[in-house]
Structure formats: C-alpha cells, structure tokens
C-alpha cells in the first residue's frame, strides 16, 4: 500500500529557511517522479516543482524557482524540499505527491508552513 | 504558464447528475485529470487520462473530454461527494502542471 508522510513544517520567519522531508512506504521512489504541490489557507492547489526518479530532471514552478530546491534519497526512499528566503505568501499546507507523468495517484497528509514575524 | 479555468461552485440534489466544466488551451494536446479533497483532507486521485477512473473510485464518478474542455460527471450524486473537485493537466512539453480553480459541489 503506497503511503507518504511529510514532516518539517513550521513557524519560520520572513526570510528564513525550511526543509521538508517526504517519507514515501510501499513502493520503490526511485521508480517514480515525484513532485510537491502546496495550498494556501482557503485557496486551491498549485504545483511547485518534480524530480524524475533518477534525479535528473527537474523542473519548477515560477513562484518558487531559485528559491526552492527539490532533491531526494532514493536509498532512504524519502523526497525533501529545501525552501530559502521564505515569504508570507509561502503559507500553505504543503503535499508529496507520486507522480503518473501527467497526475497525481497518491498524496501525504500534508504539512503546514507559516511564514510570519 | 496558462490557467484552467472552473466553474466556482455547482449545487445538485441527491440523485442528481452533477457536471463540472474543465477549461484551457493546454487540454487540446494535454490529458486532464480530476481530484476530489474534503475539507482537512489531501486531494485523491478521481480520473486520469480525461476518461480513466482511478482505482477504488466509485462507477459514478466518469470524465470525458472535448477540444479545450474536460468534464468530470457525477452521476446519482450522494451526500458524501460533497467537496471541492480540481481538474489538472501539464504543459506541452512536460514542464510544468496547472490545477484548475476549483469547484465546490453542494448536495442540497
């Protein structure tokens, strides 16, 4: 049963940093982009960035490029998602996503980033 | 990037056919997909591939595509599928994924 768990979110200052880690059971990570979507209090999704399987290729989203950096370890079957000078309009819950080359078949539970002084 | 575009919200009556209108450029070339998220919970994964039903998901549940649109039906709507729904696709050329507005369905 495929399962991902996130952690690391927080209270973290404008301009501060964050990393948040994505615990992926029941399938083998290194088989599958994977990507992070986030969605910010009473808004919709928005995609943020994926990483191939391999980890050479990756793409993201306007909003967070040169800002945010995705990266993963496929021997501790875990996605991470390293966030650097943060903003208010960073607050979001943010999701691991398995990715199908196209959607999204099975999301975590989501952790909660604020950004506020 | 370019923007896929929903209605805001739909009412329907139990038993009911819901319809929820997916618009963009992009689902010309571009499959869509559509998810279902109740409030605190993640998104779950309804169709792919514009017409696909994910596993686990109930037959009234269906989508279908046309030019620049998806729809996603709710046949016999029930109490319980009231949420909001996403669709989603990706950009040509696979660099990046929209989601759509979103829709909040109410059963009456």
């Known amino acids: 049963q495929v399962h991902l768990v996130e952690s690391g979110g927080a209270l973290v200052k404008p301009g501060g940093s964050l990393r948040l880690s994505c615990a992926a059971s029941g399938f083998t990570l290194s088989d599958y982009y994977m990507s992070w979507v986030r969605q910010a209090p009473g808004k919709g999704l928005r995609w943020l960035s994926y990483?191939?399987?391999?980890?050479?290729?990756?793409h993201y989203a306007d909003s967070v490029r040169g800002r945010f950096t995705i990266y993963r370890d496929n021997a501790k079957n875990s996605l991470f998602l390293q966030m650097n000078g943060l903003r208010a309009e960073d607050t979001a819950v943010y999701y691991c996503a398995r990715d199908i080359l196209g959607g999204f078949d099975s999301w975590g539970q989501g952790t909660l980033v604020t950004v506020s002084s | 990037s370019y923007e896929l575009t929903q209605p805001p919200s739909v009412s329907v009556s139990p038993g009911q056919t819901a319809r929820i209108t997916c618009s963009g450029d992009e689902l010309s070339t571009q499959y869509g997909y559509w998810y279902q998220q109740k409030p605190g919970q993640a998104p779950v994964l309804l169709i792919y591939k514009d017409s696909e039903r994910a596993s686990g998901i109930p037959e009234r549940f269906s989508g279908s595509s046309s030019g620049t649109t998806v729809t996603l039906t709710i046949s016999g709507v029930q109490a319980e599928d009231e949420a909001h729904y996403y669709c989603?696709?990706?950009?040509?050329?696979?660099?990046?994924?929209?989601f759509g507005t979103g829709t909040e369905v109410t059963v009456l």
């Open positions: 989603q696709s990706g950009a040509t050329g696979g660099l990046y994924y929209v």
């Open positions: 990483l191939s399987g391999d980890g050479s290729v990756v």
